[in-house]
């Protein structure tokens, strides 16, 4: 089982920049795919980026490419997702999972445990 806790959303101008956290429990971490996602109002959850349970290969929704970047530190059970150059079209509840195995890393049916989210709303 693991529980995983967002921190780090809040209201930024757009061209401002944000980091997310997701803090992990238990001992297993290193062995899980990591991956954010995001649920604007009135759309579904959306696959933003994923890191492989090493930290050695990511992948990036196109929207978001060269602007954010996701990272994770094994040490300390946190993945993080670094959002530079937001846009108003990033405001959305940022949600991270874990992913047991790996596996069509777009697609949230493939994550086992997911964060209760975190807002984030980017003023124009």
């Known amino acids: 089982q693991v529980q995983l806790v967002e921190s780090g959303g809040g209201l930024v101008q757009a061209g401002g920049s944000l980091r997310l956290s997701c803090a992990a429990s238990?001992?297993?971490?290193?062995?899980?795919?990591m991956g954010w996602f995001r649920q604007a109002p009135g759309k579904e959850r959306e696959f933003v980026a994923h890191?492989?349970?090493?930290?050695?290969?990511?992948r990036y929704a196109d929207s978001v490419v060269g602007r954010f970047t996701i990272s994770r530190d094994n040490a300390k059970n946190t993945v993080y997702l670094q959002m530079n150059s937001l846009k108003p079209v990033d405001t959305a509840v940022y949600y991270c999972?874990?992913?047991?195995?790996?596996?069509?890393?777009?697609?949230?049916?493939?994550?086992?445990?997911w964060g209760q989210g975190t807002q984030v709303t980017v003023s124009s």
């Open positions: 238990g001992r297993t971490f290193n062995s899980y795919g």
């Open positions: 999972a874990a992913q047991m195995v790996i596996s069509y890393v777009t697609d949230s049916r493939n994550y086992n445990y």
């Open positions: 890191i492989t349970s090493g930290g050695g290969s990511s």
